[in-house]
């Protein structure tokens, strides 16, 4: 049986089950058939009847705007006048009952765009296609789908009438596994997610229960109209993954049907927020409900969650600055309001503001608490309970309190349970890591634990009770300063991504940042370092009973600074003033209000790569999100929760390269984490958590390699290959390698010594992989897509350096700095190293034009900057006169078109490209040929002299 006919026999399984489920089979070979067939279908669901003139009215409505635009176009009611004057109001798709649309399956509908392009299944609700399914045959990648779906994007969905930019679901699937995800251009294959059912048991077999369940008529109305958010902040479109449908599902059931209160557990990094927000816009619209409070226990999740909120639907909530702007809102008609449970604890019980609080006493309010066990949260949630008579309350966490890890205050051990009653959903951190939502953690324990020969195994006591002395002395600590210099380069992929410090007290970090002070005025390192830290009643948490004591600085108002030791306010004046020069900022500890937006603009630069290792003592360990954040360096005693809320700040999913959360602890927790994950999943999930020793991973790229040697056992038999599918093994093999290695360079113990396969070899395996990408992605003179493609070659895996002008002079003035007698040696170097980095590939003839005709030239390295930018400016101009003139183009049109490309970050459209020709436009059957010499000679010169050519 051949290939196409397994995918064919799939397809047709596939309708006949949806006719089955109710769709209606329609044939639908071409757009013109597709838009005959929508008109037939919006008369029957809006019982009208259109002329053509009107229905041409209404293809106008449907043309107009971006995927996003017309996300929202799909759900609003429509009007246009008819033919005799009359106003006509008619919907695209009945979002309030979902059930009560028009449902019909096609297959093989063929759409003319850049290239011809035949889409497998759609599903037309009302006749539009909302649903897209890509099918691949067994064996084959969902990667390839994906990419297969995301070049139709740029092909075919927005060609002519555009309606396929309607879709608001792509599923991809290989039969046996199936995915589904948003209509969203700039999303990873990591936002690709597969449906489960309520125990989150996937259902990844596409005719053996992801049809029945997910692809029911009523389902799927339901999660178009449901829970598709409309991101405004991004304009993307966002779908809720299985566990957060059913976490809203189970909430919305309790409002509905009981007044008892319930909690959400979902583990750290799945998503609260967005579950939360669909959860309060759903249940604040239900008519038994007078308002919905989202409750957050510090001031800056006050900020975040009302942006986050408003990115989900603008305008959705005011934040309260202050409590009396919250008593505001409690009184008008607000329905769904975000605070603090500082404020609502100050609202309903300062005197002043009774009066009004009053009123809404006996009013259905819903609260909602984010993270819902913080160690303070006792008394005030008694308080809420016996001020609001009519109350409904729901918590959210991702570590819940069990009897095990609850800690005493004056109500006595108090249970999530205790407080919320019944969990209504579970998604625990197995299920995260199984789903590729989470990555697992590589953890090390460096010190003295007297185990193996390894490079973690250093003079540094990791345990000694009797003596904190010995702990806290400047001694140890500088070794363990010392060990992160070494080793931070690779623990963050040359500081590709960034890293916290967390240690036991204010004391402790004023030790580490001054030795990581006076290292760098010594020239030890260039790591970018920042702090912050505050008053806190008890610093170190002896009992690590599990609870991260909340520093107050970002809480309230005044105890924040005037609680500190005057000697560690003026380290932390001193720490901000390094920073402020870093940054060229102006933050102090003078008010709270700078210091708040000091912690605000230190979490940005977090989030935003431009600070290497953040010291913390309990500050961002809890509650901070940041995908760019990679290894955690952990000196102080977690336990429980604790441990696991800090952990998780490095499990994040970002995209391949990084493949694991890194943890490097400087304390013996070996056991205190067992137990964490024993308590939080269960205790054989320890292996599903924690990332296998570096010796497993010995045995499985030796593996890899004598799989590779199976394909291509010389470098030259990779240009001897025959067939794109030869091409495509060789692919998969050695982006299987490049995987392995990315994932063991992070380990302290890394060494080419203990591989089959030397770093030479890797180097030029890598460099013939890297000539298949240059060729796949640069040919665009054939008429037939290429199986390749839709590969993904992973090139984030190959990424060493922050690649841009600064890398290639520094590289240019250490080969101006060599002996004459090792000139030649460092100048292939330099020629090798230029040929294996993605960015400089293209650069690669001019780099070395610039080495044999200009460096020479030059008599001092400072001198190198200048000369290189005008060689660089000369080319530039030459490269681009003989662009416009070889193809006879307008100058001003071109330069215009090139900074279009660059600002809108889309590559032009063919009548774009063509209008920038001086004399005749060509006949049709040049214009597609002509179209894509210009597109690759413009893509070629910007990836040249463009890309990454920026300081």
């Known amino acids: 049986m051949s290939a196409t006919q397994s995918e064919q026999i799939l397809e047709n399984k596939l309708v006949d089950q949806l006719q089955n489920l109710g769709y209606k089979k329609v044939i639908i070979p071409n757009e013109d058939a597709l838009i005959a067939n929508l008109k037939t279908q919006l008369e029957k669901h809006n019982n009208v009847s ?87 045959r067994r064996g084959l990648e969902m990667k390839e789908a994906f990419n297969q779906v995301n070049r139709y994007q740029r092909h075919s969905f927005g060609s002519n009438s555009a309606l396929y930019q309607y879709v608001q679901i792509f599923i991809i699937s290989n039969g046996v596994n199936t995915k589904y995800y948003a209509n969203n251009r700039h999303q990873s294959f990591k936002q690709t997610f597969y449906w489960s059912n309520k125990e989150n048991k996937r259902l990844t077999n596409i005719l053996n229960g992801f049809t029945s369940e997910f692809l029911e008529p009523c389902h799927l109305s339901k999660m178009i109209c449901k829970y598709i958010v409309l991101n405004e902040t991004n304009k993307i479109l966002m779908v809720l993954r299985p566990y957060q449908f059913y976490a809203v599902e189970a909430m919305i059931d309790k409002v509905k049907n009981s007044t008892h209160n ?57 934040g309260t600055d202050n409590t009396k702007a919250l008593v505001d809102q409690f009184a008008d008609d607000t329905k769904l309001i975000v605070t603090t449970i500082q404020k609502l604890n100050t609202a309903i019980s300062k005197k002043r503001y009774l009066q009004k609080m009053q009123n809404m006493q006996d009013e259905p309010i819903v609260f909602i608490f984010d993270e819902c066990h ?75 634990f007297r185990q193996k020969d390894s490079a973690t195994e250093i003079d540094v006591e990791v345990e000694d009770i009797d003596r904190k002395e010995l702990m806290e002395s400047t001694k140890r600590i500088d070794k363990i300063v010392d060990y992160i210099i070494a080793n931070h380069n690779r623990k963050t992929h040359s500081r590709e991504f960034t890293a916290m410090l967390c240690v036991s007290s204010t004391d402790i970090l004023v030790k580490y940042y001054d030795l990581f002070r006076k290292k760098k005025e010594e020239g030890k390192h260039n790591l970018k370092i920042a702090t912050i830290f505050s008053y806190v009643a008890n610093e170190e948490d002896a009992d690590a009973n599990g609870f991260i004591p909340e520093e107050v600085s970002v809480v309230e108002e005044a105890p924040v600074l005037y609680g500190l030791h005057q000697h560690k306010r003026d380290k932390l004046e001193s720490y901000i003033g390094d920073y402020n020069q870093m940054f060229g900022s102006n933050f102090s500890t003078r008010d709270s209000q700078s210091f708040y937006n000091y912690y605000n603009d230190i979490s940005k630069k977090v989030k935003d790569r431009k600070i290497d290792i953040l010291l913390v003592v309990n500050m961002f360990l809890t509650g901070f999100d ?26 994040r999913i970002i995209n391949e390269q990084k493949s694991q959360g890194e943890i490097v602890v400087f304390r013996n927790l070996k056991k205190v984490t067992d137990e964490a994950i024993t308590l939080f999943s269960n205790k054989e999930a320890i292996e599903d958590i924690i990332m296998k020793p570096y010796e497993d991973y010995i045995k499985k790229f030796n593996e890899a390699y004598i799989n590779l040697l199976k394909i291509t056992p010389t470098l030259k038999s990779v240009d001897n290959l025959i067939s794109e599918e030869d091409e495509l093994e060789f692919i998969k093999a050695f982006r299987e390698v490049m995987r392995l290695k990315n994932t063991m360079g992070t380990f302290a113990d890394f060494d080419w010594e203990d591989l089959a396969m030397n770093a030479q070899q890797f180097e030029d395996y890598k460099s013939k992989y890297l000539d298949l990408h240059d060729k796949v992605k640069t040919d665009h003179s054939r008429e037939k897509v290429s199986i390749l493609e839709d590969v993904d070659f992973e090139l984030e895996l190959i990424h060493r350096d922050e690649i841009n002008v600064t890398y290639i002079l520094k590289l240019l003035a250490d080969l101006k700095n060599t002996k004459e007698s090792e000139k030649q040696r460092k100048k292939k170097e330099v020629v090798d190293l230029i040929a294996g980095e993605t960015n400089l590939r ?85 214009r597609k040929k002509i179209g894509d010499r210009l597109l690759k000679k413009i893509v070629g010169f910007v990836e040249t002299f463009i890309d990454g050519m920026d300081n």
């Open 842 to 926: 293209s650069k690669r003839e001019l780099i070395e034009k610039f080495i044999e005709e200009n460096l020479p030239r030059v008599i001092d390295t400072d001198e190198i900057p200048e000369e290189f930018e005008q060689f660089w400016s000369a080319e530039q101009q030459k490269a681009f006169n003989k662009l416009v003139e070889e193809e006879n183009l307008d100058k001003e049109k071109t330069q215009k078109l090139i900074e279009d490309y660059l600002f809108a970050e889309r590559e032009p459209l063919r009548d774009e490209l063509l209008n920038l020709l001086k004399n005749e436009k060509p006949s049709v059957l040049q």
């Open 262 to 318: 319930g909690y959400i557990w979902h583990t750290t990094g799945s998503g609260k927020t967005l579950t939360s927000f669909k959860a309060s816009q759903i249940i604040m619209q239900m008519p038994q409900v007078k308002k919905v409070v989202f409750v957050v226990d510090r001031k800056d999740l006050d900020y975040q969650t009302t942006k986050e909120f408003n990115s989900f639907s603008k305008g959705s909530i005011d």
């Open 374 to 448: 913080r160690s303070q949260f006792g008394d005030t949630h008694n308080r809420i309970k016996s001020f609001f008579n009519n109350h409904q309350m729901f918590g959210f966490t991702g570590t819940p309190i069990f009897a095990d890890n609850a800690a005493k205050n004056d109500l006595g051990k108090r249970t999530t349970k205790d407080l919320f009653g019944v969990c209504l959903h579970k998604y625990v951190i197995t299920d995260a890591i199984k789903d590729e939502n989470v990555l697992k953690f590589a953890v090390e324990y460096v010190g003295k």
């Open 626 to 651: 940041s995908p760019a954040l990679n290894t955690l360096y952990v000196d102080k005693n977690l336990r429980y929760h604790g441990l696991i809320q800090a952990y998780s700040r490095t499990n």
């Open 50 to 136: 259109f002329s053509d003139d009107e229905f041409s009215r209404v293809l106008n409505i449907l043309s107009k705007g971006s995927v996003f635009e017309k996300a929202k176009t799909l759900r609003e009611m429509q009007h246009i006048v008819r033919d005799n004057g009359d106003n006509l109001y008619f919907e695209f798709l009945n979002t309030i009952h979902w059930c009560q649309n028009q449902y019909q399956v096609t297959h093989q509908v063929t759409i003319d765009g850049n290239y011809k392009n035949r889409y497998d299944v759609s599903l037309l609700v009302n006749g539009l296609p909302l649903v897209q399914i890509e099918l691949k």
